[in-house]
């Protein structure tokens, strides 16, 4: 092998090296882009509409791994919707976030079963935990405000 392919080789070996140190520091560089959808909130005695909110969909590890880290501010009417699999004990935290949330949670047929509202990060990490499916999170205060709770329930149109 000449030593100019082997050089090449080698250099291309550092930038690649440097991309995964990149991404594994700071896994938002790994998004692309987020899928959207619309959320009604529900009162689940009434069937009346308490609210809606449009929201970024985070349906991958990635996605919710980040969550709204990345961003400086969320809002009035938009959130973030965290999509898992199936129901389950779920725990959030508030990691490199610089404004206050309401976390709520949901099942799978979107009847809310925890709300929580989350300020800042401030170590150590508070754990929000809640059993979901879907994990809402808002501007804090918008749960309050809109009358919306335990019972509850989300409608997400993923059109």
Same mark, same amino acid.
């Given at each position: 092998?000449?030593?100019?392919?082997?050089?090449?080789?080698?250099?291309?070996?550092?930038?690649?090296?440097?991309?995964?140190?990149?991404?594994?520091?700071?896994?938002?560089?790994?998004?692309?882009?987020?899928?959207?959808?619309?959320?009604?909130?529900?009162?689940?005695?009434?069937?009346?509409?308490?609210?809606?909110?449009?929201?970024?969909?985070?349906?991958?590890?990635?996605?919710?791994?980040?969550?709204?880290?990345? &961003?400086?501010?969320?809002?009035? +009417?938009?959130?973030? /919707?965290? %999509?898992?699999?199936?129901?389950? *004990? !779920?725990?959030? =935290?508030?990691?490199?976030?610089?404004?206050?949330?309401?976390?709520?949670?949901?099942?799978?047929?979107?009847?809310?079963?925890?709300?929580?509202?989350?300020?800042?990060?401030?170590?150590?990490? &508070?754990?929000?935990?809640?059993? +979901?499916?879907?994990? /809402?999170? %808002?501007?804090?205060?918008?749960? *309050? !405000?809109?009358? =919306?709770?335990?019972?509850?329930?989300?409608?997400?149109?993923?059109?």
């Amino acid at each position: 092998m000449n030593r100019r392919l082997v050089g090449v080789a080698a250099a291309l070996a550092l930038i690649a090296l440097a991309a995964v140190g990149a991404a594994a520091a700071n896994p938002a560089l790994l998004i692309t882009g987020y899928d959207t959808a619309t959320v009604e909130a529900v009162d689940g005695e009434t069937g009346e509409t308490l609210a809606t909110v449009e929201v970024r969909v985070a349906d991958g590890f990635v996605k919710r791994y980040v969550g709204l880290s990345a &961003t400086d501010d969320l809002p009035a +009417g938009e959130g973030m /919707l965290f %999509v898992h699999g199936e129901t389950a *004990e !779920r725990a959030y =935290v508030m990691r490199d976030m610089a404004f206050a949330l309401d976390i709520v949670f949901a099942d799978a047929d979107g009847t809310v079963t925890t709300v929580h509202e989350a300020a800042p990060e401030s170590p150590p990490l &508070t754990r929000y935990e809640g059993p +979901g499916r879907y994990v /809402l999170e %808002v501007p804090r205060g918008w749960s *309050e !405000r809109h009358g =919306v709770g335990p019972g509850d329930r989300l409608v997400i149109d993923r059109e």
